[in-house]
């Protein structure tokens, strides 16, 4: 069974900020939220992670909501070279050792 | 900075001929070392973990297998492979948060 459910595509206009929801209502109290993005054809690049306060790093910002069932990964300024499959995971291991990749969204950042 | 290889970047084989990837991480001690197959509009499927050296943990029963002789190298293989093992297989390395190669895109024929 799908831990998360994320919409499977989004478009997003470039300079604009993109918002890439995900639900995860069956989250356990342990389990921490990951993001990562697959670019075509490269390997998925790991983008931020967090358990239930809000982070925020070079790349994106997360929010997770208080009741931590969904969470929000943010582009601030989405330029072309965003434009890829974003998936969200929820992992009970802190490290990131055990990730089970779903469907994702697929992000298409427009002129 | 720890950095992880594959190789090679493409390949294609002839059902029935044997495939060794491997895969090799610079720049860090004893990590966890992955592999993982996507067939072709797919999502990302692990085949098979090791925490250490000759400690392989399958997560999918099929005719590949996987090796780790050294602490940053890892190696999948397959004795015949089948048309069914086409896809991108990608390789990850994990100390704390989980990174990936850049892939090797296998085609059978």
């Known amino acids: 069974d799908a831990k998360t459910t994320q919409p499977t595509s989004m478009d997003c206009a470039e300079g604009r900020a993109a918002n890439l929801p995900c639900n995860h209502s069956?989250?356990?109290?342990?389990?921490?939220v990951y993001w990562y993005r697959q670019i075509h054809s490269q390997g998925p690049q790991y983008i931020i992670h967090?358990?239930?306060n809000n982070e925020t790093n070079e790349m994106a910002s997360l929010i997770i909501t208080e009741d931590r069932k969904s969470s929000t990964l943010i582009l601030p300024h989405a330029t072309l070279r965003d434009t890829a499959v974003y998936y969200c995971?929820?992992?009970?291991?802190?490290?990131?050792?055990?990730?089970?990749f779903g469907g994702g969204t697929r992000l298409m950042v427009k002129p | 900075s720890q950095t992880i290889h594959q190789w090679p970047a493409t390949l294609v084989q002839p059902v029935g001929s044997p495939l060794s990837l491997e895969c090799t991480v610079e720049?860090?001690?004893?990590?966890?070392l992955y592999w993982y197959r996507q067939a072709a509009g797919r999502g990302l499927q692990l085949l098979f973990y090791?925490?250490?050296?000759?400690?392989i943990s399958s997560e999918v029963p099929q005719n590949l297998s996987a090796s780790r002789p050294q602490d940053r190298q890892f190696i999948l293989s397959s004795k015949k492979l089948l048309l069914s093992d086409s896809g991108f297989y990608l390789c990850?390395?994990?100390?704390?948060?989980?990174?990936f190669g850049p892939g090797t895109r296998l085609t059978v024929l």
């Open positions: 967090g358990l239930k």
């Open positions: 990850a390395w994990s100390v704390g948060t989980q990174y």
């Open positions: 090791s925490v250490g050296i000759g400690q």
């Open positions: 995971i929820v992992s009970e291991d802190n490290a990131g050792n055990m990730l089970t």
């Open positions: 069956t989250i356990s109290g342990n389990e921490y």
């Open positions: 720049g860090t001690s004893n990590p966890n």
